[in-house]
Every structure is written in C-alpha cells, then in structure tokens.
C-alpha cells in the first residue's frame, strides 16, 4: 500500500484549469509561485490545499491579508471565490437549463439571459422551447461573447438564422454541456453552406476535423418543406480539401471536394418548421488516394478524463492570467 | 408453568447468511450484438486501417470488333482508422473479508468485475454510436415535439435510408405458420433501444408485433421486444438516452437502426481483456490484501456509416 503522487505545474490563462488524474485524487496542493515571489502586497492569495471530503468549489486558502502585512487562512466557500471541483468527462451531462428571455437576430445571434453564471467563451450551450426560434432547439452551440447577467453570443450563427427577434415563453431555456464531447471527432451541427466549385461547409461548433478526411452530409427533406434547401448534398461523401477557410463571416469551416454550384441553396428551416432534422457532418474515413492523405486523425477517440478543476481568479488555485502555479496531488491507495 | 422459549433461552447465533445471494439487477448488453469482432495484431502498433475499395463503374459500352480496348480503370477507395484503448478496475480485498464473510466474496468480486466489463463494453459501444453515427429525427408523431414519438413512417424512412444505401439486414425472416395469432416477419435491421421505448411500440398498434406473436420462438434473442416492418427492437435499461435534449425538455430516445458490417468492436488478439488476481502474498510486509481487476482493450468504430440511422425519439407523453 502506498500513496501515489503527481505534480505539474502551467501558466493561468485567467480560466479554470483542467488537471486530468488518471490516479484520482485525495488531497492536492498548489502553490502560486507568481504571487509568493512578488511579497506581501494587498490581499493576494498564495497557497491551496484541497482534500477528499469537502465540498464542489471548496478548499483552503492561504492569503495576506488587506494591508499586506501577514498571511492569514481561509477557505474558497467563505471567500465566495472559486475552488477545488472534482471531475469526470466520461459522465457527460447536460446541465440544469436556464431560463431565456430572447433572441436577437444579427450575426452572430445574441442569446438573452439573466443568468451566466459558470458560462465562458467557447462553451457549449443546447437551446430548447424557443418558442420564434424553434429551428435552433436541439442544436449544439459554441459560446462567442458573454455580457454578465444579460446576454452570449452564438458562434458560426447569422441573422439568416432567426429572422426576426424571438420573444420566447416560459419554458425557454439553455443547457451547457458540462465537459464538451467525449469522443473525437465527432459529429458536427452545420450553420451555413456556400455553393461553388468546392463546397465550404460552416459548423456551430468548433471542429477537430483534418484535411484529408472523408466526411459525410446530412442534409434531410423537412416536413412540409424543402426547408434546408441543398437536399441534393443529402447522403453524399466529400474529401477536405481546407479546413478555416472564410466562408465570408467566419472561419469555423471545411472546405469539401464536391461541386456544389448547381445545388439547391442552403437555407435555415422558418420557425414555422415544427419538426425537422438538423443538418449534420461526421467522419467516415480518410481518402486513401489523396496526396494530402497523412495520419490517423479519423480513428475515433474516447477523451473522457477525470481529474481535478482548479478555480480561476485571484483568491482561487488556478490565479489569474499569467501566474505560474505549481501543484502536487496524492491518492491514498487505502 | 416454567417453559423455555426463544426469550429466556436465545440462539447463540442470531443471524445467518442466506444460501443465495442476491441478483443484481445488470442491463441487457445489446450494443455489441450486430458488431463485427475483428482482431488487431499484436506488436504492430497503434491502429489498425481497414480499406473499402469503391465499386467499379459498370461496362456497359459496347467495345467493338476492332480490337480496341476501352480506358483503364483507376481504383478509388476510403480507409477508416481504429485505435483501440486500455480501460480497466481494480479493488484491494483484505484477508480479513475472506476470513470473516459467510458468502465467498472473491468469487462474488470476480463475477461483478466481469459483469462491469460487459457492461462498460455495452456503454462504450452506446455511447461512441451516439456521438458519432448520422441521425434522423422521428417527425411522424403528434406529440408537438421535435423530434415526435416513434412512428411507423419514420421506421419505415430509416428502413427506406439503409436499403437505399444497399445495406443488408441482420436477421433472417421469421416465416408465417398456421398458428392463430400470429404474423410472419420479414429479414430485418436490428434496432437497438432503450426500454423507455415499449410503451410507445405497444402504441403502434397492429403495425407493431410483439415476439409472442411471431411464428416461431426460437432464435429470438432475450432482449428483443418486437418489430415493425423491418426492423426488430432490442430494449435495454442501457439504451441509449439524451436527457432532456428535445426542444420541449423531453427524453431523446436515440434508437441505433443497424446493418451487417455496419459497425464492429476492434480488440488486440493477444489482449482482449484479462482478470487479474494478485495473491495477498503481493501486498506488503505483513500480506493482508489480494488484488482483484479487469482490464480489456478495444475499440468500438463504424465501419460505415450509411449502413447505420440513428432514429431520435421522444415518448408520446
């Protein structure tokens, strides 16, 4: 029997940090080697300890107090700040939705909420019952902009989208989903297609797809309407050819080898579309006759990981931008 | 009058283990069914690269009488990448457990590690479907959701989806008999879902037929519920769920309509999977504990993607 202990250490971007710990944890320390080698100056924190038992965005936390003076303890809860938060990205879920209060047609489409509490740039939101834009319910999103406590913008979306502003009722709501995708690459929703010689194909979400891979369309008919237009692409295989290239706004794209300048063009489905499908890409191979045809990236992977959160923010484990942090964590095998 | 009973002359022992243990509910492992088991090499790295060669244009020009030939054929063809990964649990068992439990604990141990394994397999499989496979929602109910509840049009657009892309059912027909009651059933794709979905195939009515109901009994598989047109329903507690997913916060039933060759689980011929067993005698000074695990290495893949639908469904209420 034994204890297990790992260390690392990372320069803070200011956000939260994932430690992934094949091991599990027990007990983890960090020292913030930015703030102890600066000296007592305000209320700056210097050292963390966490240990199995205490609380999701818990710990302790070692800090000068207000005029610099000595170091005082303290824990994340009474401070308010964030803390120490296990994890494991194989569980996946969707979290709580949260109430919507509108939907404001511009490119990108603005989201508006009274609470973003926990939501950050490159976030992954599901919209459900917006009522006046129903035809973005279901449809993964990547997080632009967040104006606390008002509004986030929705990456790779255009007014084209939601044509006019939604009032949605009670029920609307969005979810985030708490650690990404666990499998990668994986499927993708698509926001816009431009026509020509070579097809550029938008995507909601930011994709790890790699030049070389085969990809396959689903583009299907909509009740009542040819509602996404380009239902010729439906079913079909294509190479990229390019990845971020513009497609005019943004440059979350694949660029395909098919020919797409006689299709029908992509439209999003009206509100008025009740039931539908979402217009997708997923990997189904590399092209093995291309020259540009180089590696494995299309062998899906599990990427779930557990491990440990560090908070962001000044009192919190994970510092604030440029701090150089150092941690050590151990797992008690008995 | 003096008499000895149970309350002035008590059993020295009070309590005794049961002679069974108890089952532990374990879902119905369905996933891993319609999927193709192929091996990967030992010492020969980290993926292993399957090839579909594109079908050849057909000859249909006439060549002629003067011994002319027409144009070569130039071969086209897709690879598809598997990287099989380690997975795997453990759990010390003092000696004192051994010494002191009734039941024999390592033996009942070593059962739920290979039922956490089958199951985790299931899941993998479940889950890498999810992710990864094209869908399509059901549109042909009415209960004001997207997607609806289950439909026989939106079974027979995904049968109509896999047989347009020519892919070839799992299940042979069971052939109609004399028998009052039943229905004979046509080869079929499977279907692969969660139990959440009965209530609503039983909704289906006439078009859907109940296992009872087909011709013969046998060669059905323990979890298969029914079918509808071509396609025959494996349930499980294990299927497949988006929570709350719909656009009016309903359960996603995401229902994996599958073909042969559609999808396959890659493991190492050496190292499928293992039980590890580790004498106390390997635990420290004074040997008190043994260790127990199970490790497998595979990889769960599509192995194309047209002869695989997932049909997304809500429930009717």
New interface residues.
Partial sequence: ?YTEIQRGSFTSTGANKYIPLVTDVDWMEVYNYTTINAGPAGTTATRFYWQRGMADNDGFVTLYNGAGTFLIDATSAGLAVPGFTLYNSGDN??LS?VTVTGITSASPLVVATGTTTGLAAGDIV?L??TVGA?QL??IDFEIGAVTPSTSFTLNNTFSTMASTAASPGA?A?Y?KLKYG???SP??RFITKITKGSSTIVTMSVAHPYKVGM?V?F?I?AV?GSSAWGMTELD?M?GTITAINASDGTYTNTITVDIDSSSFTTFVWPATTI?????A?V????????SLI?TS???????TAERGIILGAGAMSPAGVNNDVIYWKAGKS?? | MNIVTTSNYKPEVLVQAGHRLLSSPTARTIHKLPAQMYEMKSRAGTTVRYRRIDNFPSATVPVGNQGLNPPPIVPTMMDLDVTPQLYGQFLYVNEQVVLQNEEDAIKNFSIRLGVSMRLSEDKLMRDKLAASASSINAVGGNNGDNPTQISVADCSAVTTALLSADALTVLDSVEGEDRYGTAPVPNSFFALAHTSLIKDLDALGNDFTRTIRYPSQVNILKPEYGSVGQLRFLVSSQGSISSKASRLGRDILNIFCVGIEAIACIYANEFSSEFIYLPKEFSGGLAQNVTMGMKYFEAPAILNDLWISTLKVTSAV
């Fill in positions: 029997m879920p969707l939705p599901r459900i019952s129903t319910d279901g029920n709501a979810r995708y666990q499998w994986s499927r085969k396959r689903r299907p009740r079913n295989i009740d039931r539908f499908t979402a997708s997923c990997v189904v191979g590399e092209n093995s006759n045809y494995s990236d299309d062998a899906v992977m599990n095998n008995i």
